[in-house]
C-alpha cells in the first residue's frame, strides 16, 4: 500500500488533491473503487466525474473535487505505478523436489524452478529467474537474470536468453529452421545447426517460436515484444524494440529493424528488409525479398504505403458511379452513330 504522495514522487508527476490517501491497487477509469488508482487519457476526461478511484493520472485540467496527478503522459505513468503497486507474485526460490536438473547443470542458488521441469546438462539459470512447471531447458542453454519462463515453454540446447525477458506458456525457442532443398523427387533437409539468441527486456507471447538457424543465429533484439501465435524463421535478424502482434509469420532471413511495427496477422517472406521505425498494418503481405523503408505505414496485399492504398480505395469506391457514367456515354455515342448512319 502506498500514499498519493509517494505515488505522485514515483512517476514524477504534480500532485493535486489529498496527498496522504492510501493506495492498494488499480482500476478502469469506469470500475475503479476507493483506495484504487486509475488514468485518463484526453479523450475520456469527460468520464473522470464519475470514476470512483481514490485518484486519477491525467495529463492536463483543473479538478477541484478530487486528486489528481498531472503526468505527461498517463497511459504510461500508470504502467509503471500498476507494476509497482501490484507486482506479479513470484514462487518462492529453490528447486522442486519433482523437477530434474542435470548435475552440470547451474542453477542460481534465488531461482526457482517448478515440478515436472527439466534442466539439462550445462544449462544455467540465472539469478532471481523463474522457471514454472512443466518446462524444458535443453542442455548447454543459458536463462540470465530475473527471466520469467511459464509453463510448458521449451527451450532447445544452445539457445541464450538475456536479463528479465519474459517467455510465455508454450513458447518453443530453438526448433529447427523450415530449411529444405528439392532434388528433383524429394525435399532435402538442410541441417539447422545454428542457435537463437533473445535479448534482454523481451517479451515472447504464448505458443510463439523462433526457430534456430540454419548457420549463425536467429536473433531477437532487446526489448523486442512478440505477441501470442508468431512464428519466427531462421536466421530472422530483429531490431531492439520491435513490436510484432499476433498471428505474424516471418519468414527465413528477413531483417525487422529496430522500433517497427508489426500489425496482427502480417505474413513476411523470405529475405525482406524492414527498415528502422516502418509499420506494417494488421493482415498486410510482403512478398519474398521486399524492401520497406523506415517511418513509413506500408499496408494491404502486397504491402503498399498507406497513402497510395488510401488513393486506390477511393477510386475503388467510385466504380459503381464510373460504369453508370460509361454506361450513358455508350449509349449517347451509339445514338450519335445512329443519327450520322441516318
Same mark, same amino acid.
Given at each position: 500500500?502506498?500514499?498519493?504522495?509517494?505515488?505522485?514522487?514515483?512517476?514524477?508527476?504534480?500532485?493535486?488533491?489529498?496527498?496522504?490517501?492510501?493506495?492498494?491497487?488499480?482500476?478502469?477509469?469506469?470500475?475503479?473503487?476507493?483506495?484504487?488508482?486509475?488514468?485518463?487519457?484526453?479523450?475520456?476526461?469527460?468520464?473522470?466525474?464519475?470514476?470512483?478511484?481514490?485518484?486519477?493520472?491525467?495529463?492536463?485540467?483543473?479538478?477541484?473535487?478530487?486528486?489528481?496527478?498531472?503526468?505527461?503522459?498517463?497511459?504510461?505513468?500508470?504502467?509503471?505505478?500498476?507494476?509497482?503497486?501490484?507486482?506479479?507474485?513470484?514462487?518462492?526460490?529453490? $528447486?522442486?523436489?519433482? !523437477?530434474? #536438473?542435470? =548435475?552440470?547443470? /547451474? @542453477?542460481? &542458488?534465488?531461482?526457482? *524452478? %517448478? +515440478?515436472?521441469?527439466? $534442466?539439462?546438462?550445462? !544449462?544455467? #539459470?540465472? =539469478?532471481?529467474? /523463474? @522457471?514454472? &512447471?512443466?518446462?524444458? *531447458? %535443453? +542442455?548447454?542453454?543459458? $536463462?540470465?537474470?530475473?527471466?520469467? #519462463?511459464?509453463?510448458?515453454? /521449451?527451450?532447445?540446447p544452445g539457445v541464450t536468453v538475456g536479463d528479465?525477458?519474459? $517467455?510465455?506458456?508454450?513458447?518453443?525457442?530453438?526448433?529447427?529452421?523450415?530449411g529444405f532443398v528439392p532434388d528433383g523427387s524429394?525435399?532435402?533437409?538442410?541441417?539447422?545447426?545454428?542457435?537463437?539468441?533473445?535479448?534482454s527486456d523481451v517479451e515472447i507471447g504464448a505458443?510463439?517460436?523462433?526457430?534456430?538457424?540454419?548457420?549463425?543465429?536467429?536473433?531477437?533484439?532487446?526489448?523486442?515484444?512478440?505477441?501470442?501465435?508468431?512464428?519466427?524463421?531462421?536466421?530472422?535478424?530483429?531490431?531492439?524494440?520491435?513490436?510484432?502482434?499476433?498471428?505474424?509469420?516471418?519468414?527465413?532471413?528477413?531483417?525487422?529493424?529496430?522500433?517497427?511495427?508489426?500489425?496482427?496477422?502480417?505474413?513476411?517472406?523470405?529475405?525482406?528488409?524492414?527498415?528502422?521505425?516502418?509499420?506494417?498494418?494488421?493482415?498486410?503481405?510482403?512478398?519474398?525479398?521486399?524492401?520497406?523503408?523506415?517511418?513509413?505505414?506500408?499496408?494491404?496485399?502486397?504491402?503498399?504505403?498507406?497513402?497510395?492504398?488510401?488513393?486506390?480505395?477511393?477510386?475503388?469506391?467510385?466504380?459503381?458511379?464510373?460504369?453508370?457514367?460509361?454506361?450513358?456515354?455508350?449509349?449517347?455515342?451509339?445514338?450519335?452513330?445512329?443519327?450520322?448512319?441516318?
Open positions: 500500500m502506498k500514499t498519493v504522495r509517494e505515488i505522485a514522487e514515483f512517476v514524477g508527476g504534480t500532485l493535486k488533491g489529498d496527498a496522504d490517501q492510501h493506495i492498494h491497487g488499480v482500476g478502469s477509469l469506469d470500475h475503479a473503487g476507493p483506495g484504487e488508482l486509475t488514468y485518463a487519457e484526453s479523450t475520456y476526461l469527460d468520464r473522470l466525474a464519475a470514476t470512483g478511484a481514490s485518484c486519477v493520472l491525467v495529463a492536463e485540467g483543473e479538478y477541484p473535487d478530487r486528486t489528481v496527478i498531472l503526468v505527461d503522459n498517463p497511459r504510461l505513468a500508470f504502467a509503471r505505478a500498476a507494476q509497482w503497486l501490484a507486482p506479479a507474485p513470484s514462487p518462492a526460490a529453490g $528447486i522442486h523436489p519433482e !523437477a530434474l #536438473v542435470q =548435475r552440470d547443470a /547451474v @542453477v542460481a &542458488p534465488d531461482a526457482a *524452478v %517448478g +515440478a515436472w521441469t527439466l $534442466i539439462e546438462h550445462g !544449462a544455467h #539459470v540465472g =539469478r532471481r529467474t /523463474v @522457471v514454472y &512447471p512443466g518446462c524444458y *531447458v %535443453g +542442455a548447454g542453454s543459458r $536463462i540470465g537474470d530475473d527471466c520469467v #519462463v511459464f509453463p510448458r515453454a /521449451v527451450i532447445y528479465r525477458t519474459v $517467455i510465455h506458456a508454450g513458447v518453443v525457442l530453438g526448433a529447427d529452421g523450415f524429394r525435399h532435402v533437409k538442410v541441417p539447422q545447426s545454428g542457435s537463437v539468441e533473445i535479448g505458443n510463439s517460436c523462433v526457430d534456430r538457424a540454419a548457420l549463425d543465429a536467429t536473433s531477437v533484439g532487446d526489448g523486442v515484444k512478440i505477441d501470442n501465435l508468431c512464428q519466427v524463421g531462421h536466421n530472422v535478424r530483429i531490431g531492439a524494440h520491435a513490436i510484432i502482434s499476433a498471428q505474424t509469420g516471418v519468414a527465413g532471413s528477413t531483417q525487422i529493424g529496430g522500433g517497427s511495427t508489426i500489425g496482427g496477422q502480417v505474413g513476411i517472406g523470405d529475405h525482406c528488409r524492414i527498415e528502422e521505425g516502418a509499420i506494417i498494418g494488421s493482415g498486410g503481405g510482403i512478398p519474398s525479398r521486399k524492401r520497406i523503408p523506415g517511418g513509413v505505414v506500408y499496408w494491404g496485399t502486397p504491402a503498399r504505403p498507406l497513402s497510395d492504398v488510401k488513393l486506390q480505395q477511393a477510386h475503388v469506391a467510385r466504380l459503381p458511379k464510373m460504369a453508370e457514367e460509361l454506361k450513358q456515354l455508350r449509349a449517347e455515342v451509339q445514338a450519335l452513330k445512329d443519327r450520322l448512319s441516318d
